[in-house]
């Protein structure tokens, strides 16, 4: 069975600062999607970006980048430019591109912004 | 686009009844849908995955009679918590899977069994 750890419960950063949450996970599958999802004090899952296991270029959306390390079953997401929007819980997912759909959630981090 | 909402938002409900929490796809067909339940601070817990149709596939050790889930038509999953307890009192959340890879999520739901 897969899984998903993230090793940081909690992380903050001054505002306008860069941070990077870990997740790594285990799989003995090649191909596969890996998620970053926010969840807000609203508690909304966010989707803020997705990988996908057999490319090799790193995922980016706006202020929001991934370094994806397959052979060390790696995926850190680094936000940069910190805003106060950007206080939530952060859960990175593993997706088998086999058969069961399911996500497999980290136990999550909690991002703090600092004014 | 990818919008998935649920109903109600919150309920509270007397011990022994039950409670239905709708899902739906606001904008696309949903050919997958999940239902996850999350513990304070905590990560969420799959509960079953159900396919338009069909029925669900419950994971492992979650009741299939105290949970039932419908998912009768593309853009609607519901969950009954039939005869809710206490310790069923929980946030439920659904998710919807269209034609991409990506699920979508509802703003979940906090139940509240008295």
């Known amino acids: ?115 | 686009g990818a919008v998935v909402s649920q109903h109600p938002s919150r309920v509270i409900c007397k011990s022994g009844t039950s409670v239905k929490i709708e899902c739906r796809s606001l904008d696309f067909q949903a050919t997958t849908m999940f239902w996850y339940r999350q513990f304070p601070k905590k990560s969420l817990m799959l509960m079953a995955t159900s396919n338009e149709g069909s029925k669900a596939t419950y994971e492992q050790g979650v009741e299939k009679d105290k949970f039932l889930i419908n998912h009768a038509s593309l853009t609607l999953s519901t969950l009954t918590v039939t005869s809710a307890h206490p310790e069923d009192s929980s946030f439920y959340i659904c998710s919807a899977r269209g034609q991409s890879d990506t699920q979508y999520f509802g703003p979940g739901t906090r139940l509240t069994v008295l």
């Open chain 1, 1 to 115: 069975a897969q899984t998903v750890t993230q090793s940081q419960p909690e992380m903050s950063v001054q505002e306008a600062e860069t941070v990077t949450l870990s997740c790594t996970y285990d799989t003995s599958e090649s191909d596969y999607y890996l998620f970053w999802y926010k969840q807000p004090p609203s508690r909304q899952m966010i989707l803020v970006i997705r990988q996908e296991a057999y490319k090799q270029q790193n995922a980016t959306e706006n202020r929001f980048s991934v370094n994806f390390q397959k052979a060390a079953k790696s995926f850190s997401l680094k936000i940069s430019d910190s805003q106060l929007g950007d206080a939530a819980m952060y859960f990175c997912a593993y997706r088998s591109n086999f058969g069961n759909e399911k996500l497999t959630f980290g136990t999550g981090t909690r991002l703090t912004i600092i004014p």
